[in-house]
């Protein structure tokens, strides 16, 4: 029996670092991606500071994906809403979650960092 990709749109397997932004998942650490496309993205759930619980099926998680800096334009970042789809074990410590994008937009990286600022606060109340 033959399988059959049924993606709607290519996949890139790229790891870049990544950090989520919703105060449900909140995390200091950051994350890394092991694929993009433009519908779903997978990311390996380590954070830098040790290991981070996964999140749900169903969640609905904001993250920002770090791009390459390009000195003409400045830092940006990938702001994107999903859904957990998935989160399965590597075995290695770590489980890969699997996100299903509702939205993504690109927007300067150091517009996030004040974001953080103001809302760190406020997160760790609410998971206090």
């Not at 995390?27 to 500071?49: F, Q």
């Amino acid at each position: 029996m033959k399988n059959i990709n049924r993606r709607e749109s290519p996949r890139v397997e790229i790891q870049l670092r990544c950090h989520v932004t919703s105060p449900a998942v909140w995390g200091r650490g950051a994350l890394y991606t092991e694929n993009i496309s433009r519908s779903g993205m997978l990311v390996a759930w380590r954070g830098e500071g040790g290991s981070l619980p996964a999140p749900a099926a169903g969640q609905i998680l904001t993250i920002e994906v770090e791009l390459p800096v390009n000195h003409g334009f400045g830092q940006k970042c990938l702001h994107c809403q999903g859904t957990v789809t998935r989160a399965s074990d590597t075995g290695e410590g770590y489980p890969l979650v699997a996100l299903r994008v509702n939205y993504m937009e690109f927007r300067s990286f150091h517009d996030r960092l004040r974001g953080i600022e103001v809302l760190e606060p406020v997160a760790s109340s609410w998971m206090a």
